[in-house]
């Protein structure tokens, strides 16, 4: 782990458990480089990022400053907070081009390197080549320690979504309101009950989350399509605590968190509960092209059974040779090049 990662994560820890309490000055840049044993620059990507995850706050010639209340991640009714009522959120966004000497160059060593393994079908949960990359990827991106074993591949995203809805029917499923149409959609096509749950500006509103008492919560915590409403930290914690407590389960959909301007990426609920009681998702689809339909998600070890038992038959649906592609494309870096790419043009 790099290390203004495990400076971040201490000061997180500290911050969270209560040892620097809500609008605390956090102690200054050089005396956490002393302690610590690092360098200026280290503790300011560090500082930076809890800015960034909403943790701190920077305020001029002050200091940083606490911005997260532990009693806001407490899943309990609060007072009214602002409903969302306006569309802020550009759907209209162009794919992401990826140079297409570089998609050609793996194209041509994925022909050469499998030969007549592209004929084979593949296995239902998806080639453990493309699983390992995806692993390996989530890894050095977001922070997540997952096995191969727990990564399901599927034909985008809304395929998943049908997977889930088999996988827990009878159940209800809460959502977002609003949201992506597509969620309830799939949902309502196979028979789940669903539950709306409001938006405010950081997220499902507290009193909204306080009378869900279990069953399972669908979430988009990072740029929630269509309002563009990214879920604080306060809110991340406080979905993570909801499924603690009620025994519920989380599926995280992290469609759309690439685009963050972060290297390293929006801080996942998958990370935060340690991968006990959420389902993470995300897809291929907008990084690279919207004809590339590739989603996975990764299931918490605790389900992967309940996957085999449930919905395991079916085939996926994503062609071998596309899943060899992609898993050439991350295990070379040259995904993650094409995402720093993006974000410097997003920057510009």
Not at 309 to 329: E, I, K
Request: net charge positive.
């Amino acid at each position: 782990m790099k290390r203004y990662l495990r400076v971040y994560e201490k000061l997180r820890t500290a911050i969270v458990s209560g040892g620097y309490a809500f609008g605390a000055r956090l102690p200054s840049k050089r005396s956490v480089a002393e302690e610590t044993g690092t360098s200026l620059i280290t503790v300011e990507h560090a500082y930076r990022l809890l800015c960034d995850e909403g943790y701190a706050e920077a305020r001029e010639r002050s200091g940083y400053f606490v911005s997260y209340r532990a009693t806001d991640a407490e899943p309990r009714a609060r007072h009214a907070e602002p409903v969302l009522t306006r569309v802020t959120a550009d759907h209209h966004r162009l794919p992401a081009n990826v140079s297409f000497s570089v998609f050609a160059r793996t194209l041509r060593g994925v022909v050469t390197r499998y030969g007549e393994r592209l004929l084979i079908k593949s296995p239902n949960m998806g080639t453990v080549e493309l699983r390992r990359a995806i692993v390996s990827y989530l890894a050095r991106a977001k922070g997540l320690k997952v096995k191969a074993s727990q990564v399901v591949v599927g034909s985008g995203a809304e395929y998943l979504y049908g997977l889930l809805a088999q996988m827990f029917r009878g159940e209800t499923i809460a959502i977002e309101e609003p949201s992506y149409a597509k969620i309830r959609e799939v949902y309502a096509a196979q028979g789940v009950r669903l539950k709306a749950l409001k938006l405010g500006e950081h997220g499902i509103l507290d009193a909204e989350l306080s009378r869900l008492k279990g069953g399972l919560l669908h979430v988009t915590p990072y740029r929630s399509y269509p309002t563009g409403v990214t879920a604080d930290a306060s809110k991340r914690h406080a979905y993570v605590s909801w499924a603690r407590v009620h025994g519920g389960l989380l599926i995280e959909d992290d469609f759309d968190s690439e685009f963050s301007p972060r290297r390293r990426g929006a801080e996942t609920l998958f990370a935060l509960d340690g991968g006990r009681r959420v389902i993470y998702l995300n897809t291929f689809s907008k990084t690279l092209a919207p004809s590339f339909r590739i989603g996975y998600m990764v299931l918490p070890q605790d389900l992967v059974e309940r996957y085999a038992q449930t919905v395991g038959f079916y085939s996926c649906a994503v062609p071998v040779f596309d899943q060899l592609f992609l898993a050439d494309f991350i295990n070379s870096g040259d995904f993650e090049r094409h995402l720093n790419r993006l974000r410097r043009q997003r920057r510009s």
